[in-house]
C-alpha cells in the first residue's frame, strides 16, 4: 500500500470538497481511538479549520486521556486545529432520568449505548452549524460496510467519511505512517461507548484482522461451508452482523404510492 500517496489523495479529496460546499473547515469527536486520530489529523493537514471535540460520557480515563494527548500532538503540528471540551455526562444523566424506568436494566444497554453516540452526533452538529463546518466520520470500511459496527443517526451521522474505504489494518498503516501517538497505536479498539475499556474484539467476537479476512471471502461469494473450524466460526460471526446491520448500510426505505392510487377517479 503506498501509504503517503494515499494520504495526500485523502487529504485533497478532504480540502476540495470542503472548499467546494463553502465551508471553512471540520469538526472532529475524538475519543482517543486510531479511528479518531487519524481522521482528525488527515483533517487537520488540509490546512483547513479543525475544531476537534472530546465529549465524554462516564468515560474510563484510559480513553480521555489518549484523546487529550492527542489533541495536544496536533495542536503542536498543525496552528489550524483547537478543541472543546464537552461534559456530556449530566446531560446523558439528566435524559436518562425522565425516561420511564425499565423492570430489567438488562434490557435497555444497547439502548443507552445509543443514546450516547446520538448525543456526540448533536454535539457535533451544534458546532458544525455554529462555525460552517462539516461533520467529518471516523468510521473504516469494515465497521461502515461489513459488520455495520457503529450507532445508526449516531456515529453513522456525518457529512462525508474520509477513512470508511480503508480496511483497520489499512487505518494503522496510515496512523504509523504519520506519527500519531504510540499510545493510541497500540490500544485494543473500543466503541466508547459503555463507560468501560470493553473493547470491539470482546464484543463482536473477532479481530479487525479477521473480520476482515471475513469481509474478502464475503464478496469472493464463499459460504460458511466453505471453512472449518475457526475459520468458519469467524465467517459465521462476520455473516451475521452483515445480515443483522444491513438496514444501516442501506438507504432509508421509501414507501412508494402507486401513481394508479394518487390519480382522481
Known amino acids: 500500500m503506498q501509504t503517503e500517496k494515499i494520504i495526500d489523495y485523502i487529504v ?3 480540502r476540495d470538497y470542503a472548499q467546494n460546499a463553502g465551508m471553512k ?14 481522521t482528525s489529523t488527515l483533517c487537520a493537514r488540509t490546512g483547513l479549520e479543525v475544531l476537534c471535540l472530546e465529549m465524554p460520557i462516564h468515560q474510563a480515563k484510559s480513553q480521555v486521556s489518549r484523546a487529550a494527548n492527542h489533541i495536544a500532538w496536533l495542536k503542536d503540528h498543525f496552528p489550524n486545529v483547537r478543541s472543546e471540551w464537552i461534559n456530556l455526562t449530566p ?9 420511564p424506568a425499565v423492570d430489567n436494566e438488562e434490557k435497555r444497554h444497547m439502548s443507552l449505548a445509543n443514546t450516547r453516540a446520538r448525543l456526540r452526533m448533536t454535539s457535533l452538529y451544534y458546532f458544525a452549524a455554529l462555525e460552517k463546518y462539516l461533520v467529518a466520520g471516523t468510521g473504516n470500511k469494515v465497521e461502515d460496510f461489513g459488520v ?8 453513522g451521522g456525518v457529512d462525508l467519511s474520509p477513512i470508511a474505504d480503508l480496511l483497520k489494518t489499512e487505518v494503522y498503516a496510515l496512523a504509523a505512517q504519520l506519527g500519531i501517538n504510540r499510545e493510541i497505536q497500540v490500544a485494543p ?10 473493547t470491539d474484539e470482546e464484543q463482536i467476537g473477532a479481530s479487525y484482522p479477521e473480520l476482515e479476512w471475513a469481509m474478502a471471502m464475503a464478496d469472493a461469494g464463499k459460504s460458511a461451508d466453505d471453512f472449518e473450524g475457526r475459520q ?26 402507486p401513481q394508479s392510487l394518487k390519480e382522481t377517479s
Open 189 to 198: 479498539p473500543t466503541d466508547g461507548l459503555w463507560g468501560d475499556n470493553r
Open 148 to 155: 455495520g459496527f457503529y450507532t445508526k443517526y449516531g456515529d
Open 12 to 14: 485533497n479529496w478532504l
Open 91 to 99: 446531560v446523558f444523566d439528566s435524559l436518562i432520568s425522565v425516561m
Open 232 to 257: 468458519k466460526e469467524v465467517f459465521e460471526i462476520y455473516m451475521r452482523y452483515n445480515t443483522v446491520n444491513r438496514h444501516k448500510m442501506l438507504p432509508i426505505p421509501v414507501c412508494e404510492i
Open 25 to 38: 473547515g471540520f469538526v472532529v469527536g475524538v475519543s482517543g481511538g486510531i479511528d479518531s486520530a487519524l
